[in-house]
Nanobody, 124 residues
Framework: DVSCRRLGGGLVQAGGSLRLSCAASGRTFWNNGMGWFRQAPEKEREFVAAISWSGGGTSYADSVKGRFTISRDNAKNTVYLRMSSLKPEDTAVYYC?????????????????WGQGTLVTVSS
């Protein structure tokens, strides 16, 4: 299983920062690409960021590029999403997922294991 946690409060003011973590239990994902997706109210789920199994390759949605950073610690079987300069439009439920492949991807169909999601609310 994959579980998502917030490090810090789920409600943050615009311009603030927050870090999400995604820890796996029951199996290791050290050789899987990992990704973060989000779903805002009444919108479809969208890609946020992805990282390869080694951490050497990352990709981001244009909307978060330069503000969000994805990283991983394979020794802890954990992936992180550091979010800075948060905007109200970043408000969403954030999901982490483990890919079927070693590379990260923006395609949700590439992901086989999904976390339960954690709510991030950014106030203006």
């Amino acid at each position: 299983d994959v579980s998502c946690r917030r490090l810090g409060g789920g409600l943050v003011q615009a311009g603030g920062s927050l870090r999400l973590s995604c820890a796996a239990s029951g199996r290791t994902f050290w050789n899987n690409g990992m990704g973060w997706f989000r779903q805002a109210p009444e919108k479809e789920r969208e890609f946020v960021a992805a990282i390869s199994w080694s951490g050497g390759g990352t990709s981001y949605a244009d909307s978060v590029k330069g503000r969000f950073t994805i990283s991983r610690d394979n020794a802890k079987n954990t992936v992180y999403l550091r979010m800075s300069s948060l905007k109200p439009e970043d408000t969403a439920v954030y999901y982490c997922a483990a890919s079927r492949y070693g590379s990260g991807s923006s395609y949700s169909n590439n992901y086989a294991f999904w976390g339960q999601g954690t709510l991030v609310t950014v106030s203006s």
